[in-house]
């Protein structure tokens, strides 16, 4: 499973990075709004600044704004320019459908968000998204199971041999992480916060203690 951060804010893309175990980035206008960034010529050098933080050959999903199709392809193409690294990322309405399969075309690869039901992962699948997001967080919110949906989303994409790649979005938690690998995404999602969540465990922090007592004892009995 692909490791992906979810965020715009440079430090923590550097931090995930840092630690060896980074696949790609995925953004959306309002983590970018986080970071201060607006206007075309500030959001287009920022994608750019992450895709080289990262490095070749990881993917940064990069979001159209405009729900119209002539509107999604100009914005889409554009983003495209920016660097190899970047994916498309589309939402899953009619527009963007056509949209996903105009992409799909001409070589550009997408990301279909804004996704929350079987259904509508069959309809990206169709239509040759490269990756597709379920939002398992904000499915949870409304007290639904968005793990269950990874795991349906998985089931029909093996049946029908479809090739989206399924990347578990609106992670919450570390154990969002463990669920959606075991549910079978292909690629999670996350904030900083839960990657680093990941490591967390007391008997590591008493095994760490114990190691260290262990040396202090060693030395005094050198000493004697
Ligand atoms: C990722 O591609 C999505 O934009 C993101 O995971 C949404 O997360 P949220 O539900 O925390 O806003």
Redesign the pocket.
Known sequence: MLFFI?TANLDHIREAAELGILDGV???P??MAKEGISGEKNILKHYRTICEIVGDGRDV?A?VISTDFKGMVAEGKKLAEIHPNIVV?VPMIKDGVKALAHFSEIGIKT?C?LVFSAGQAILAAKAGATYL?P?I??VDDINWDGIALIREINRIYEIQGYETAI?A????TPLHIVQSAKAGADVV???LSAIMGLFNHPLTDIGLEKRSEERRVGKECLRL
């Open positions: 979810d995925t953004t959306n309002s983590l999903s979001e990322k990301n968000t997001s939002f967080g904000r990347l979005a609106s992670i919450r999602t996350c904030p």
